[in-house]
């Protein structure tokens, strides 16, 4: 709908006050601000979570109108025109499907499923009802990826030849570290493979193309975990750490390793991209950074070097500071919040900038290979 000062309002219930949701509520109220003069803005209509008291500190944090511990207020109330999922991934199918059967548009956290066959479920509703759709891959939102992505569709690296992608942290290092969801199979679908694997699929299939066989070793260094809810130890049923190759279209080379015991890391995401003509790197620690080499302007040798993205020419270049001052991790949010909005005021889809439900199911295909064969043991050939 149109305000009275003619911009596109669009109007937001969120599912999820915590976490990437709070993120969420901050990057909505960021966005008008940004990209000004605005041609679309969110109205935070409504947010609702387990926790009532949470949800409600999150409205008045924010300004949105009403708090509450029931999703389902969130997909009936008519001023909600798109909706936010930002649950644990037991509560992406079910609110993400009433969301869309009522006619919203709709975001959902990665993983869009827990398994290839709800994503699919999700991906065929969104297509049938109309409705605009994304997944929340916001890395491909940083100005460094962007350029990334920019520098392999103008053939900058030539031939791709291999395609390596990490991401560690500490959050399971400590055998006394609490059960939580994400140890929980029913609940999770699985630990690190979803939950930061995801980002690793996603950015493989956005820069070297689709996955076409894998093979892959999964490992849970700690068996069982003390279950604060009950106080009883309580089996662990997913993975702390997992390591695949991948083979894609093309002939890319690659593989993806992701870990939650990796001592003295905190969201370390990397990944680098080697072609006949160059190579493209990127750490999440030096985020407004990637790292290049063209052969071309470098004949006979000479190392990676780094570019600063902050310039005008570069992508969001002038829209938060001037050149040379870079940007934090909410950023991306942000731009993909925004690209989101736009598509809706645009009825157009948000690819293929963004991630849409095809994305998140092409990439929970993957992610099913990657667990069924470090299982079997076998090289799993993948077919979407």
């Not at 990665?110 to 891959?137: C, I, N, T, W, Y």
Request: hydrophobic fraction near 45%.
């Amino acid at each position: 709908m149109r305000s009275r000062s003619g911009v596109s309002e669009v109007g937001v219930g969120l599912i999820g006050p915590a976490g990437v949701g709070r993120a969420h509520a901050h990057a909505f109220s960021v966005l008008t601000h940004l990209f000004w003069p605005p041609t679309v803005r969110a109205r935070l209509v409504r947010v609702a979570g387990r926790d009532a008291a949470r949800a409600e500190v999150t409205r008045a944090r924010y300004g949105f109108r009403t708090a509450g511990a029931r999703w389902q207020a969130v997909i009936d109330d008519p001023a909600v025109e798109l909706v936010d999922n930002c649950g644990p991934n037991d509560l992406h199918g079910e609110p993400t499907l009433a969301a869309v059967a009522a006619g919203k548009h709709v975001f959902c956290e990665k993983p869009l499923g827990r398994s290839a066959a709800e994503a699919r479920a999700l991906r065929d509703a969104a297509d049938r009802a109309g409705v605009v759709h994304m997944v929340g891959f916001n890395y491909r939102f940083l100005p460094a990826v962007q350029l990334a992505r920019r520098l392999v569709t103008e053939g900058r690296l030539g031939r791709l030849l291999q395609f390596r992608a990490r991401f560690a942290d500490n959050a399971l290092l400590d055998p006394a570290a609490p059960f939580t969801w994400h140890q929980d199979a029913a609940r999770a679908g699985s630990n690190v493979v979803l939950d930061v694997g995801s980002h690793l699929v996603d950015m493989a299939r956005y820069l070297a193309g689709e996955p076409v066989a894998v093979t892959a070793a999964l490992a849970t260094f700690t068996p069982e975990r003390l279950d604060p809810t009950t106080g009883r130890s309580r089996r662990v049923e997913t993975e702390d750490a997992f390591e695949a190759t991948i083979e894609c279209a093309g002939g890319v080379l690659g593989s993806l390793a992701a870990s939650n015991v990796a001592a003295g890391r905190r969201a370390h995401f990397t990944f680098e991209l080697n072609g006949s003509r160059g190579t493209i790197a990127f750490d999440l620690e030096r985020l407004n950074s990637l790292f290049v080499h063209f052969v071309d302007d470098v004949p006979g040798g000479g190392g990676l070097r780094e570019i600063h993205v902050t310039d005008p020419d570069h992508p969001y270049g002038g829209d938060w500071w001037p050149p040379g001052h870079g940007i934090g991790w909410d950023a991306s949010l942000v731009h993909e919040l925004h690209h989101l909005l736009t598509a809706i005021g645009t009825t157009r889809s948000v690819a293929p900038l963004g991630a849409t439900f095809e994305d998140g199911y092409r990439c929970a295909v993957v992610c099913d290979a990657i667990l069924d064969a470090a299982r079997s043991g076998r090289r799993v050939q993948i077919d979407a």
